[in-house]
């Protein structure tokens, strides 16, 4: 059975889920939400799909799940690929999602949406610097720990990179600039050059402009 993948191109947390399922080798597909068009805030959207009102959502037959973290963690399960092949390495991949889950997405996806998707009179300069700040500490912490390592987890991809390379893709502007980063910048290529990675653009639908 196809899996469903409730998503939108612009968003790295949905991007998360449809890249470990996309490099896991499991059959999904994507199921477009409305993001920018209120959809994830109505009454019925929230009845039929997920309370919590967020994105990613995937269905599996009867099974319904929401996070990414947990998403990607399904996928570990289903396919046996992307995973730790034992417990302390496990911890540690979910060390690294909860991290930044915390600390990198929220904050990106966050001043990513302030700085290009909000009408340039509402975007509130502050809470833009204030986050910026935030996400320069985390890049750094980030790029730290990439020094002398291909995978943020062991020796080879897990769902530990690509819960962190969530927003690192995307074109808009918010802060982030690879060339200050040569770990970040690095690790980036390598992931990009795996067989069957795809950009989040090309591999889940965009809103109308
Ligand atoms: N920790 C969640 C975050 C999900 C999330 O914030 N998704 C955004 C889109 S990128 C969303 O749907 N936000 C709706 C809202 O905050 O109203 C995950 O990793 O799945």
Redesign the pocket.
Request: avoid cysteine; hydrophobic fraction near 15%; aromatic fraction near 4%.
């Given at each position: 059975m196809t899996i469903d993948l409730h998503c939108f191109g612009e968003?790295?947390?949905?991007y998360?889920a449809a890249l470990a399922l996309e490099l896991s080798g499991l059959d999904w597909r994507p199921v477009f939400v409305d993001?920018f068009g209120g959809e994830?805030?109505s009454a019925a959207w929230r009845a039929a799909v997920n309370p919590m009102?967020?994105?990613?959502v995937m269905v599996d037959g009867d099974l319904r799940l929401?996070?990414?973290?947990v998403i990607q963690d399904y996928a570990v399960e289903k396919s046996g690929r992307l995973g730790g092949a034992d417990p302390a390495e496990r911890r540690e991949i979910w060390r690294w999602v909860l991290w930044d889950?915390h600390k990198l997405?929220?904050q990106a996806?966050m001043t990513r949406f302030l700085m290009n998707f909000l009408p340039e009179d509402k975007r509130p300069q502050p809470v833009i610097d204030f986050a910026q700040a935030r996400l320069r500490a985390a890049y750094a912490v980030l790029n730290a720990h990439l020094q002398g390592r291909d995978w943020l987890v062991g020796r080879s991809v897990t769902v530990a990179d690509l819960s962190c390379c969530g927003y690192l893709y995307y074109p808009e502007p918010f802060g982030f600039d690879r060339a200050e980063w040569p770990e970040i910048d690095r690790w980036l290529t390598t992931l990009q050059s795996l067989d069957g990675w795809k950009h989040p653009y090309d591999l889940m639908p965009r809103s109308a402009a």
């Open positions: 968003s790295g947390n949905a998360k993001f994830t805030r009102g967020e994105v990613p929401t996070q990414s973290g889950n997405s929220s996806g």
